[in-house]
């Protein structure tokens, strides 16, 4: 039963474009989200949060919007960097400890 | 400041056998949870460890344990394993309590494959 999904395998974006990824979830009790970034042979890195009291967290080129009513979350990225180039995996919480994660989006950002 | 580590980095076992991953935690952090990540998939929860007791469980079998110890080091025990135990198993460790629900700082995981 997966609680948390990432429907887009993969996303391409120009250097310097906006990339959007998103992200459902089933689990009304779900009240904290995240965002990480995951390199090959490396473990997943932690990258913006949100609490379910707000509707949208920046932090520099990265903003996280959510949306409650239609269970969903979304991560801007403006503007895209190669370096951005990884697989994003969201992640959702109800109680703090068990965090349910995503199948991933794998983004290419193009130079 | 040392993140989490994790050893081995690879290991490969026959079915049946048993297993024992290991887990440092970063600096400062004392709990610490397992995740198994099959190819294609995204992290599973398998169980948090916060003072050396396990505070909560995802839905894996009783063939999965683990252990803390008072530095918050932990271990990873899967018993009788199944070719389907074949997968990534990353460690993540937080600091309980630090101003509500909390970043996890994973380690780099170990590549279990079993024969």
């Known amino acids: 039963d997966q609680q948390v999904k990432q429907n887009s395998p993969s996303l391409s974006v120009q250097e310097g474009r906006i990339s959007i990824l998103n992200c459902d979830y089933t689990?009304?009790?779900?009240?904290?989200f995240l965002w990480y970034k995951k390199y090959p042979a490396e473990g997943p890195t932690f990258l913006i949060s949100?609490?379910?009291?707000?509707d949208k967290n920046e932090d520099g080129r990265f903003t996280v919007f959510l949306n409650k009513s239609a269970k969903h979350l979304s991560l801007h990225i403006v503007p895209s960097q190669p370096g951005d180039s990884a697989v994003y995996f969201c992640?959702?919480?109800?109680?703090?400890?068990?965090?349910?994660f995503g199948t991933g989006t794998s983004l290419t950002v193009i130079p | 400041d040392a993140g989490v580590t994790q050893s081995p980095t690879h290991l490969i076992k026959t079915r049946g056998q048993q297993v024992t991953l290991r887990c440092s935690p970063k600096?400062?952090?004392?709990?610490v949870s397992w995740y198994q990540q099959a190819l294609g998939q995204g992290p599973q929860f398998i169980f948090q460890?916060?003072?050396?007791?396990?505070?909560q469980r995802g839905n894996f079998p009783d063939r999965f344990s683990g252990h803390q110890f008072p530095n918050y080091s932990s271990e990873l025990n899967v018993n009788a394993l199944l070719l389907g135990d074949s997968a990534l198993y990353l460690c993540?460790?937080?600091?309980?309590?630090?101003?509500?629900?909390?970043?996890?700082?994973f380690g780099p995981g170990t590549r279990l494959t079993v024969t």
């Open positions: 993540a460790s937080s600091l309980d309590g630090a101003g509500g629900p909390y970043e996890q700082y």
């Open positions: 689990n009304s009790m779900f009240d904290y």
């Open positions: 949100i609490s379910s009291i707000k």
């Open positions: 992640a959702a919480s109800a109680t703090g400890n068990q965090f349910y």
């Open positions: 600096s400062g952090h004392d709990t």
């Open positions: 460890y916060y003072e050396e007791e396990e505070r």
